[in-house]
């Protein structure tokens, strides 16, 4: 079974930055569809973005042009990149992976049977 450990979390002004780390064990990253979805207070938790073995990307419509996702295969580490943050970004992140191809099709929760147990991110206006 897989192992995914998120890190990087942590408090940032709006406008700021952030960089999460997701460190996986017992896959290869390289052929999984791995994302990030986040979950604020009260509210359903969101998709991000994924990157599938493919290499290719989707992104929230509220992140894009902000957010980065990418992957080191030889670290087996899935990253995301937070730049101009705003209040609206605050929410515990999680890492997700399926070894389904199909999981990157859509940002949806349910495609998703890997989950880490997340990392906080506040962001203060």
């Known amino acids: 079974h897989g192992h995914l450990v998120e890190s990087g979390g942590g408090s940032a002004q709006a406008g700021g930055s952030l960089r999460l780390s997701c460190v996986v064990s017992?896959?290869?990253?390289?052929?999984?569809?791995m994302g990030w979805f986040r979950q604020a207070p009260g509210k359903d938790d969101e998709g991000v973005t994924v990157?599938?073995?493919?290499?290719?990307?989707k992104y929230a419509d509220s992140v894009k042009g902000r957010f980065t996702i990418s992957k080191d295969n030889a670290r087996n580490t899935l990253y995301l990149e937070m730049n101009n943050l705003k209040a609206e970004d605050s929410g515990r992140y999680y890492c997700v992976a399926d070894p389904w191809a199909g999981a990157c099709l859509l940002l949806h929760r349910g495609n998703f049977g890997l989950w880490g147990k997340g990392t906080q991110v506040t962001v203060s206006s």
């Open positions: 017992g896959f290869t990253i390289s052929t999984y569809c």
């Open positions: 990157v599938g073995s493919d290499g290719r990307v």
